[in-house]
Each structure stands twice: as C-alpha cells, then as structure tokens.
C-alpha cells in the first residue's frame, strides 16, 4: 500500500496521481512492486441501472400529469 512520508497516511493505487505523486502535497509515492497507479472512475453497474429506473419513474409520472 503506497504511503506518503508528508501526508503521513496510505493511499490506494488507483488514488495516487499518474506519474506516482501524492494527489495532497505532490510528492512522489512509492508504490509496492507491481502496483501502477490507475484512475479507472467508472460507476458501479447497479447505480447506472438505478438512474435508468428513476429517469423512467420520472418520465412516466410527467406523462400521467397530462393524461
């Protein structure tokens, strides 16, 4: 787990800047071996299927509002 002298606290490898520093005070990390830093955001499936449902909700109420 990559640890950050200044900060004094651990960071995850996808949370650690591309070229290795620190997201906080910018100094560079030591990541364990094998370990690339990587900064894959993508949301969760569930939560996108959880927009798609209240998107439907929302539109099928906007339709029974002029029906």
């Not at 949370?15 to 990390?29: F, H, K, L, N, Q």
Request: proline letters at 9%; glycine letters at 8%; one cysteine or more.
């Amino acid at each position: 787990m990559p640890w950050c002298e200044e900060c004094a606290r651990y960071f995850t490898p996808n949370s650690v800047e591309a070229d290795g520093s620190c997201p906080t005070c910018g100094d560079t990390i030591q990541l364990p071996d094998g370990a690339e830093p990587t900064n894959d955001e993508s949301s969760p499936w569930h939560f996108k299927l959880m927009v798609v449902a209240v998107t439907g909700y929302l539109g099928w109420r906007v339709v029974e509002l002029f029906i």
